[in-house]
């Protein structure tokens, strides 16, 4: 990686610090980050995450799709908030305010989108990748939390990407 200047260094400091709030042991965390790349975090007190395969983004979508055209993909769909892949599955997580799982549509739209948070008993832990992870292999950023002025994607908004919500025109699913 490139030597950060020192407001990326901060910017940097301060994801990571707020992504380690949301580990049962940041300690701990830290470690699965140097060590493995990844590390298991509890959604729900800082973030929750959507959960999205892919071929909902566009249906030529698969195990063989690029950072860059799943980069390019979300720009077309104006999505935005943090955003990280797991390649192997495929699946794209957004990380989106704590609690919209209590409000996210179950059972509707696309097959296997999905809003993971901390709505008890139901806390769900998600595998994170470290902030340095930028491509593939496993799992890897599409949108850095320390990319943007704010890392959480509004919800509504999602809602209607992904054809979960009312759509404008007709005020209805």
Same mark, same amino acid.
């Given at each position: 990686?490139?030597?950060?200047?020192?407001?990326?260094?901060?910017?940097?400091?301060?994801?990571?610090?707020?992504?380690?709030?949301?580990?049962?042991?940041?300690?701990?965390?830290?470690?699965?980050?140097?060590?493995?790349?990844?590390?298991?975090?509890?959604?729900?007190?800082?973030?929750?995450?959507?959960?999205?395969?892919?071929?909902? +983004?566009? @249906?030529?979508?698969? /195990? =063989?799709?690029?950072?860059?055209?799943?980069? %390019?993909?979300?720009?077309? #769909?104006?999505?935005?908030?943090?955003?990280?892949?797991?390649?192997?599955?495929?699946?794209?997580?957004?990380?989106?305010?704590?609690?919209?799982?209590?409000?996210?549509?179950?059972?509707?739209?696309?097959?296997?989108?999905?809003?993971?948070?901390?709505?008890?008993?139901?806390?769900?832990?998600?595998?994170?990748?470290?902030?340095?992870?930028?491509?593939?292999?496993?799992?890897?950023? +599409?949108? @850095?939390?320390?990319? /943007? =002025?704010?890392?959480?994607?509004?919800?509504? %908004?999602?809602?209607?990407? #992904?054809?979960?919500?009312?759509?404008?025109?007709?005020?209805?699913?």
């Amino acid at each position: 990686m490139h030597a950060l200047q020192e407001t990326d260094r901060a910017r940097w400091a301060d994801a990571e610090a707020w992504l380690l709030r949301a580990a049962p042991s940041p300690q701990t965390a830290a470690m699965e980050w140097a060590r493995h790349c990844v590390a298991v975090l509890a959604a729900g007190q800082k973030w929750d995450v959507v959960r999205v395969p892919y071929a909902v +983004l566009h @249906p030529d979508f698969g /195990l =063989d799709t690029t950072p860059d055209k799943l980069r %390019h993909q979300v720009g077309e #769909l104006k999505m935005s908030g943090s955003m990280f892949c797991d390649p192997y599955r495929p699946y794209l997580y957004v990380m989106v305010p704590p609690g919209t799982d209590k409000t996210w549509p179950h059972d509707s739209g696309p097959a296997g989108v999905e809003c993971l948070g901390g709505t008890r008993p139901f806390i769900h832990h998600v595998g994170v990748p470290s902030l340095d992870r930028l491509a593939p292999p496993g799992l890897f950023w +599409l949108i @850095p939390p320390y990319s /943007l =002025d704010s890392p959480l994607a509004d919800p509504e %908004h999602l809602k209607q990407v #992904l054809r979960l919500g009312p759509r404008p025109d007709t005020g209805t699913p």
